[in-house]
């Protein structure tokens, strides 16, 4: 079966990234190809050969339904294995890329570059609906977005679920990618002790002290009973990403050790890849 995969989403999202990974891949990479001529490349690449176009606001002659309209005529062809890729990306985070680096954006050429976003956001909208995956790129490291392209269509890599364990702070709002958001902010702060709050839930002592906690071990237990039936039947219903995140009030203390312990006994179950980031202390780290 031909394998066609087409990459478009918000400019500045991480669209060019992801092509490279997919040419590292063994795709062969089309970027900003007309649509006029879409199906024709399409219709007329080897059957043993996969492709991946790259198709955004910036593509001559780009009508977002026409595109809708020309992924639904290809999903009707048996021979090809068609999926759409849609990166998406938080405004401010898009804002500050587009500023560090001092691109122009495609829609922004007169206007403001927030307007020009925003207009980008709702043209793209029925194909961000349409796509069959969506990677919010908002606080994701290129190895973290390769991890889960590789986990996606690499055929050298098995198929399992991809299961990325999240800590983050409620004061710096919810991951947009979150599927299991759980609020560990009833747990003993380590904030509150002088000799801990300089520390990370990476510290063993931070650790020992929330494992004081009379409710600890009971809520990590339920924790565990709670997700591991989840994760099968999450794959019975062909989902191959799953991102849980663990949310504390600063992100840096109870979130990151609930979140690596949680790491360690899902790769103890064998079942699915597992990939853990800590927004708030990678943040930290950026800005350092």
Request: aromatic content about 6%; glycine content about 6%; hydrophobic content about 35%.
């Amino acid at each position: 079966m031909k394998r066609i995969i087409i990459v478009s989403g918000l400019s500045g999202a991480g669209k060019s990234s992801v092509l490279k990974i997919l040419e590292d891949l063994g795709f062969e990479v089309i970027d900003n190809l007309p649509l006029s001529v879409l199906q024709q490349v399409i219709s007329g690449s080897d059957d043993n050969k996969s492709v991946a176009l790259g198709v955004d606001a910036r593509t001559r002659d780009f009508d977002c339904e026409k595109l809708c309209a020309i992924c639904s005529e290809i999903k009707k062809d048996p021979k090809i294995g068609e999926k759409i890729i849609f990166l998406d990306c938080d405004d401010e985070k898009l804002l500050r890329r587009f500023t560090e680096t001092r691109r122009s954006h495609p829609l922004a050429k007169n206007k403001q570059l927030s307007d020009g976003i925003a207009s980008e956001r709702d043209l793209m909208s029925a194909l961000r609906k349409k796509s069959d995956i969506i990677i919010d790129t908002t606080d994701m490291k290129i190895s973290d977005l390769r991890s889960v392209v590789q986990a996606e269509f690499s055929e050298s890599v098995s198929k399992q679920m991809v299961v990325s364990v999240m800590s983050f702070s409620y004061r710096e709002g919810l991951p947009r990618e979150a599927d299991l958001v759980f609020d560990v902010r009833f747990l003993r702060n380590p904030h509150y002790d002088p000799d801990l709050r300089p520390l990370t839930g990476l510290s063993e002592k931070v650790g020992a002290h929330i494992e004081q906690d009379p409710d600890y071990f009971s809520f990590f237990k339920r924790l565990k009973d709670f997700i591991a039936p989840l994760l099968p039947r999450f794959e019975q219903e062909g989902k191959t990403r799953l991102t849980i995140a663990i949310g504390c009030t600063g992100g840096k203390h109870r979130s990151v050790y609930i979140a690596e312990q949680l790491y360690k006994w899902l790769l103890d179950q064998k079942t699915c890849i597992v990939t853990l980031t800590h927004r708030e202390l990678d943040k930290n780290k950026q800005e350092k």
